[in-house]
């Protein structure tokens, strides 16, 4: 029973950062639309860690997703 309630889980923290990968990567667009105050150089990385971000987050690595696009964010000042 405690091996299936540990599973249980893992599976809904999953899933919690599965499904707010997608809302990071839309708070990243739209800082990027309009960067106004960030420097070239923060908004390049800021484009690579998005993307590497969506990459991840397809093969299902969302915790290694999320740390992505958490440092786009930081970035971006967001």
Sequence with gaps: MKK???VL???ASSLAFA???PNEMKTIDARL???SGVSAENISKAKE????G???HKEG????SMKSLQEAKKLLGV
């Design 19 to 21: 499904h707010n990968c």
């Design 33 to 35: 639309s309009s960067a």
């Design 49 to 52: 860690l998005r993307a590497e």
């Design 54 to 56: 969506e990459k991840l």
């Design 9 to 11: 889980l893992f599976s």
């Design 4 to 6: 299936l309630l540990t």
């Design 61 to 64: 690595k969302h915790a290694e």
